[in-house]
Each structure stands twice: as C-alpha cells, then as structure tokens.
C-alpha cells in the first residue's frame, strides 16, 4: 500500500512531531511517500529552505499523490498545500482520510467536513490515532 500523508509545512510547522509520530504509525499499514514531513529539521519554508525549487516540489508531490492508493491528511492546521492536495486526490478519485485534533481550538473547514468523499475521523491524542488507523486499514 502507497500512503501519501499530509500536513502543513508552511502553514506552520508547530505539529512536526506530530507528524512524525503519525507517519511511523503509518509505516506498518504501507509505504509512506511523504515521510519527509515529518522531518524535523524541514521549517516553515518547506523544502525550498532547503535548495529545492517551488517547481520540484510540485512535481515530486504529484507525482507522489498519482502513485499514492491512499491519502491521509492531517487537517488540523489549515494549509493551502493541503487544501490543493485533498481536492487534486479527489479529482483522482483516491481515497481520502482526515484527521482533526479536536483539542487544538480551531474549526475544521466545511469544505472537508462536509464533504461526503472525505471520511474525517476526530482525536484528542496518538493513542486516539493508533486505533483509528487501525480501523482505516483493516
């Protein structure tokens, strides 16, 4: 299984570790395509930061999100990267699975909650996460 995870990067990179423990939960249902976000020593100006070009970085997350069977967003930091990603999967007819942390203090845009094609799961910790993924893959 190809798993492309998402999460903000410009939006903000105060979850990273986060990530990073989504992504190694991740890791024993697939493949991850995405890993490097939860590269802690990738900042707020994403990969750029680190000499790649804005073109590259498109071309390599397309590219991922084509070969990807599955993706996984992490929706609780609102990100345009994410927003084009979910509705680019969408377009491609993958299956689309968000997860919002309910105890963050934001709202979840309507546009991916209420969205029938998005199958949004709510959680409070990784413990929460651990078990729903568990679900997701059965």
């Not at 699975?97 to 029938?116: H, K, Q």
Request: negative net charge; hydrophobic residues 40%; proline residues 1%.
């Amino acid at each position: 299984m190809k798993i492309y995870f998402a999460g903000a990067i410009r939006g903000g990179r105060d979850d990273v570790a986060l990530y990073g423990e989504i992504i190694s939960q991740l890791k024993n249902y697939g493949t991850v395509l995405t890993e490097h976000l939860g590269d802690t020593s990738i900042t707020g100006t994403g990969q750029m930061g680190q000499g790649k070009s804005a073109e590259a970085i498109y071309a390599d997350d397309v590219a991922w999100l084509d070969a990807s069977d599955i993706v996984v967003a992490e929706v609780t930091t609102p990100s345009l990267g994410v927003g084009y990603e979910l509705g680019r999967a969408e377009a491609k007819d993958k299956r689309v699975v968000c997860l919002f942390r309910t105890n963050a203090g934001r709202n979840l845009s309507g546009m991916v909650l209420g969205n029938p094609r998005f199958t949004v799961y709510e959680y409070e910790t990784i413990e929460t996460i651990k078990e729903t993924l568990k679900i997701i893959f059965k």
